[in-house]
């Protein structure tokens, strides 16, 4: 069984991520680690920007809403997802359509609980939905809920409690029909690109495709751009079962490899794939694709920065990388200034990189304050 080491590893994660050779435009950015985060508006925007040599707003902006090859997604553990617009199909069948049928339970008991809206009670809103949209073309929650009475509805949760709480309707309604693959996050939002304020629109037609097939064909990409990883690893990306998990492995014939912790896969043939890279800095900001890319991370992480740079959820905060490595975390203050901290002693060479990285950074966002939607301590630290 070929060994590949974890400096190896880290190696192959510069070149195939986009970070130690940039890509050529988003999408190139996107497809090199098989989607971005989208649960914070913020992430698409500066992952894009950490992957591509000339990073602007604008780009991104021309690709999510001008061009479209970029289609915002509920996918792998019930996490919104930016993914290229070929990829969707793979990413509903694969993981979303099984979510969706969950989440559909959960919802009809919470509304049965919460209100009298049942089946067909939710059902003669999604179609009220549909043909609002119909003729809106898109709009934003606040306009639907004007143009679809049911979705001003509210519900109660814990009801006689001190817990109880009201709750409208339409946010959970238009979530679960943009995993059913009926509409889709897609206009312009409101205010700035780090506004969560999305137009909702009609979807159209999806290809049908097998969930083996799906499944086979994400473990392909993921392999592709985060390879060698583990079984585990791969069964956590997804969040799919550990046997959905080794069928896929099986179905694209990955090959077994010996890691540090333990048996890890690659794809078959990996000619034609980027190798390894030499020394690079990225500055990547929270939830970003790649320290969120496997379960085990002693590899590029050392165990004690944990606390700092994660919070108690298990969701990573902005990170400086050196050469494969996290290094350090960085945040905005109030009037818009990059602020870091290197947690190692990484020597003279990389400090110069690292203090380049931050001046890019500092120029492509101009001022614009980030404040990442899961805080963690080291960010909160440089932001006193």
């Known amino acids: 069984m070929e060994r590949i080491t974890a400096r190896q590893r880290r190696a192959r994660l510069g070149a195939r991520q986009a970070l130690a050779r940039k890509a050529a435009g988003v999408e190139e950015a996107v497809a ?8 914070d508006p913020a992430t698409v925007f500066l992952s894009a920007g950490a992957r591509l040599a000339l990073p602007t707003v604008e780009a991104v902006e021309k690709a999510l809403y001008a061009d479209r090859t970029l289609v915002r997604m509920t996918g792998m553990r019930r996490t919104v997802f930016v993914v290229p617009r070929e990829l969707v199909p793979v990413v509903h069948h694969s993981s979303t359509a099984a979510i969706a049928v969950r989440e559909r339970r959960q919802l009809v008991k919470h509304f049965a ?5 049942d089946e067909p009670w939710i059902a003669a809103a999604e179609a009220a939905v549909v043909a609002a949209l119909g003729e809106l073309g898109e ?7 004007e143009a679809v009475p049911y979705l001003r ?8 409690t001190s817990s109880e709480t009201r709750v409208g309707v339409a946010s959970r309604l238009l979530t679960l029909m943009a995993m059913d693959g009926v509409v889709v996050r897609r206009g312009r939002p409101a205010g700035s690109w780090i506004s969560g304020r999305h137009r909702w629109a009609l979807a159209g037609a999806m290809a049908e495709m097998p969930v083996a097939e799906a499944q086979a064909a994400l473990v392909e990409r993921w392999l592709r751009a985060f390879g060698p990883g583990t079984e585990a690893d791969l069964k956590w990306w997804t969040g799919w079962t550990l046997g959905d998990t080794r069928r896929a492995l099986k179905a694209v014939g990955a090959a077994e490899v010996a890691l540090d912790e333990g048996t890890g896969y690659v794809l078959p043939e990996e000619d034609g794939l980027p190798g390894e890279a030499g020394p690079w800095a ?12 496997w379960q085990g991370r002693d590899w590029y992480l050392a165990p004690e920065h944990r606390p700092l740079l994660f919070d108690r959820s298990g969701n990573v905060g902005p990170t400086i990388w050196w050469d494969g490595r996290v290094a350090g975390g960085w945040a905005t203050r ?3 200034e990059v602020v870091w901290r290197l947690l190692d002693d990484v020597g003279a060479e990389a400090r110069a990189a690292v203090e380049a990285e931050a001046a890019g950074l500092a120029a492509w966002l101009g001022g614009v304050r980030i404040t990442p939607r899961f805080r963690t301590p080291l960010e909160r630290e440089l932001t006193a």
């Open 139 to 145: 709009a934003e929650a606040t306009e639907l809920r």
């Open 153 to 160: 509805e509210q519900i109660v949760y814990a009801p006689g």
């Open 334 to 336: 109030a009037d818009g």
């Open 282 to 293: 990225a500055f990547l900001p929270a939830l970003d694709p790649t320290p969120m890319g």
């Open 113 to 117: 609980e919460g209100g009298p809206f």
């Open 32 to 39: 090199s680690v098989v989607a971005l985060h989208a649960t």
